[in-house]
């Protein structure tokens, strides 16, 4: 399978649960280009990871990361963030 089929093309934003496990998860996040995941938090440490394309991940303390293929980013429990595609991106959430 390919990360993009679970995806339809057409939505700014997509999440589908890619995996679930007894002690973690993994969701499969597509944004499109100027596509905005709005701020939000997760009650446990979590990396994103970029599969492709490129987005930047923001969060309340004022850190702005630009992550492209292969970049990923530590994000702390209860810390609000958001993202924003800047170019088609498919990105994979691991909990």
Known sequence: MNIKSLHSQNKEVSAQSLFKGELGSATAIQLQKNGILKEHLSKTAAIILCINGKTV????KGKKISIESGDYVHIAPNLK?????IED???VLLK
């Open 81 to 85: 963030h958001w993202l924003k595609g």
């Open 89 to 91: 991106s498919n990105l």
């Open 57 to 60: 991940f923001e969060d309340e």
